[in-house]
């Protein structure tokens, strides 16, 4: 489906759902990349994204993802979401901030 039409970015996003299942995290990084350059994602992608960086050994990338997806969801009126990326950054990444 996203040979058919590479700009869908439903098709995009949930295709990196399921990469994610796997533990391709260079295809979701890619796949998001991508996702997040064209969508107006409004937080979620970001989580995602970060977590790849993470597992993928980018830690550098992935807090700054995080922080991305802080601001998105903030953008948004997603304060929750706000609010579980500076707990991850806080827990996971807090020598590194």
Known sequence: MLAADPSN???MFGL?????????????????EDYTATADDEGNAYG????AYAKNGDRDKAIETYKRGIDV?????HPSMANEY???LDLDFADEL
């Not at 990196?16 to 998001?32: F, S, T």
């Not at 969801?73 to 009126?77: E, I, K, L, Q």
Request: proline content about 0%; charged content about 20%; cysteine-free.
């Open 73 to 77: 969801s903030m953008a948004h009126g």
């Open 86 to 88: 500076r707990t991850t």
């Open 16 to 32: 990196a759902k399921e990469y994610e299942k796997v533990g391709d995290h260079a295809q979701v990084i890619e796949l998001l």
């Open 9 to 11: 970015t439903m098709v």
């Open 48 to 51: 995602v994204l970060a977590n």
